[in-house]
């Protein structure tokens, strides 16, 4: 109750102590700490408010603005966890659908994929057309929620692309990628990376050719605009924690650095 209702002073206080961002790993660090500085330090009044909320809770169920909270910040984290426990205690690939409500009352849908992100697995919906159930699921979803679906959420997307924002000084605009799903983290890494390559070799349709480029990194990437001792590699291989971590540096360097965010030294010429 006390973390939903003052979610947004809870965080506030996080950054302005320890500096960390919401949406980088950081704030995780030092998340429970403060959040349970935050229930110690409840006056009597807040605290009989609290339980007589969560008793309200309890009895009538979450609010829907809370679940919509819930689900929207949770769900990839917690589903990649069970599927990542399952595979190395037992040995089992998962591919997840799920539904909900969105914050305005939508019912949406999600695919959650992790399996090229475990032991040396291929994505299934990257190689088998999962839409092909997507029908009986929304059928079933329609039914169970008594709603028509409004979305199909971006988790499990079957392309690889993603367009950025370009910003008054020309370059692309990061996103806050706090609640983007993992597909989509290293979409967004893999946009930004081959616009940065354009950019420097000129040519608008050059994608980044991952075969010279990772054995000639040192030359090609200054060391600035990458994490300390980060071996890049090509997105499609990168794993959740590989793209983030080029995003939490990134969008650390978009918002706190005058320098540019990102730039190649040069470009690969047959």
């Known amino acids: 109750?006390?973390?939903?209702?003052?979610?947004?002073?809870?965080?506030?206080?996080?950054?302005?102590?320890t500096g960390a961002k919401p949406g980088e790993a950081e704030m995780m660090t030092h998340y429970a700490k403060y959040l349970a500085r935050m229930v110690n330090s409840l006056t009597q009044d807040e605290v009989e408010e609290a339980t007589q909320t969560a008793a309200q809770w309890n009895?009538?169920?979450i609010p829907s603005e809370v679940q919509a909270d819930v689900?929207?910040?949770?769900?990839?984290?917690i589903l990649q966890y069970v599927a990542t426990e399952m595979f190395k205690k037992a040995g089992?690939?998962?591919?997840?659908?799920?539904?909900?409500?969105?914050?305005?009352g939508k019912l949406m849908v999600s695919s959650h994929d992790y399996n090229d992100e475990l032991g040396n697995g291929e994505s299934f919906v990257k190689t088998?057309?999962?839409?092909?159930?997507?029908?009986?699921?929304?059928?079933y979803v329609t039914k169970q929620f008594g709603e028509h679906l409004q979305g199909l959420s971006g988790k499990g997307r079957k392309d690889n692309t993603y367009k950025l924002e370009i910003g008054g000084?020309?370059?692309?605009?990061?996103?806050?990628?706090?609640?983007?799903?993992?597909d989509t983290r290293k979409a967004v890494v893999r946009a930004f990376l081959n616009w940065h390559y354009q950019d420097c070799s000129g040519k608008?349709?050059?994608?980044?050719p991952w075969k010279e480029v990772i054995p000639r990194q040192d030359e090609l990437i200054p060391p600035p605009y990458l994490p300390d001792g980060h071996k890049i590699r090509e997105t499609s291989r990168m794993n959740r924690d590989e793209a983030t971590e080029l995003l939490d540096f990134w969008f650390d360097r978009q918002q706190n650095c005058r320098d540019v965010t990102f730039e190649f030294y040069g470009w690969w010429s047959k």
């Open 204 to 208: 608008t349709k050059d994608l980044v």
């Open 71 to 77: 689900a929207r910040r949770k769900s990839e984290d």
């Open 92 to 104: 089992m690939r998962l591919f997840m659908m799920s539904a909900w409500k969105n914050e305005e």
């Open 169 to 182: 000084n020309r370059f692309p605009v990061l996103p806050d990628h706090a609640d983007l799903d993992s």
């Open 59 to 61: 009895k009538k169920g």
């Open 128 to 139: 088998y057309d999962w839409q092909a159930i997507l029908p009986e699921w929304e059928s």
């Open 1 to 17: 109750v006390v973390e939903s209702q003052r979610k947004k002073e809870l965080l506030k206080k996080i950054q302005d102590e």
